[in-house]
């Protein structure tokens, strides 16, 4: 053996596997579900966020009466926003049936 031989190096110790967390959303039929800390939210397909725990229905972008203020500065939009906004506001409040609703704004 050679005086000048290089020491050998210990094998590295082996680290236990960490599984990794669930992923923070879950698909649920057209939804898509979410924990916020301990609080289970779903992002609906009609563009709003349902809290079940909270009762709570999030909505933002409402634009109430877009089309008829881009009109008066001469930008044409369909004129049926409102009506459909508030006709797609109340299928979700009669579906769910909320405690409140919370509008994020941007009603325009």
Do not use: N
């Amino acid at each position: 053996m050679p005086l000048l031989a290089r020491p050998t190096a210990k094998p590295a110790p082996r680290r236990a596997r960490v599984r990794a967390p669930a992923p923070p959303v879950a698909l649920a039929g057209a939804h898509a579900q979410m924990r916020v800390g301990d609080t289970l939210v779903e992002a609906l397909p009609d563009g709003a966020l349902w809290i079940a725990s909270a009762h709570t229905l999030v909505v933002s972008d409402v634009h109430f009466e877009k089309g008829s203020a881009y009109a008066r500065g001469g930008q044409m939009l369909p004129p049926y926003d409102t009506r459909a906004a508030l006709k797609q506001l109340t299928a979700l409040v009669d579906a769910l049936a909320p405690a409140r609703v919370v509008s994020l704004g941007d009603s325009f």
